[in-house]
Nanobody
Framework: QVHLVESGGGLVQPGGSLRLVCAGS????????IGWFRQAPGKEREGVAC????????KYADSVAGRFTISRDHANNTMYLQMNSLKPEDTAVYYC??????????????????????WGQGTQVTVSS
């Protein structure tokens, strides 16, 4: 049974940094990708970043490119999201999610939430002065 647990959220001032951690268990190393997503109040869940299992290829949303970095410890099934230069608009609940395969059914977008059947419970990130 796949189990994903996020940690590392909290309150940070604009311009600050946070590192989110996703600890995973119950899945084989042959998964397709792990991703970070976020959902702000009243908004749809959106993809933030993802990293492929095989070659570590990454993709970022335009809104976070250059500020956020996704990485993974493949041996320990742990994923990280380093968030720098945080802005108030980054405030949201952040989720990690696992894709075991890629359907390509959603505009061939590896950051589409529907490509990810397994989700963690989320961790709150609040950027405010």
């Amino acid at each position: 049974q796949v189990h994903l647990v996020e940690s590392g959220g909290g309150l940070v001032q604009p311009g600050g940094s946070l590192r989110l951690v996703c600890a995973g268990s119950g899945f084989s190393p042959n998964y397709y990708a792990i991703g970070w997503f976020r959902q702000a109040p009243g908004k749809e869940r959106e993809g933030v970043a993802c990293i492929g299992a095989m070659y570590g290829v990454t993709k970022y949303a335009d809104s976070v490119a250059g500020r956020f970095t996704i990485s993974r410890d493949h041996a320990n099934n742990t994923m990280y999201l380093q968030m720098n230069s945080l802005k108030p608009e980054d405030t949201a609940v952040y989720y990690c999610a696992l894709a075991t395969s890629f359907s390509g059914s959603y505009s061939l977008d590896p950051l589409h939430p529907l490509e990810y059947p397994y989700w963690g419970q989320g961790t709150q990130v609040t950027v405010s002065s």
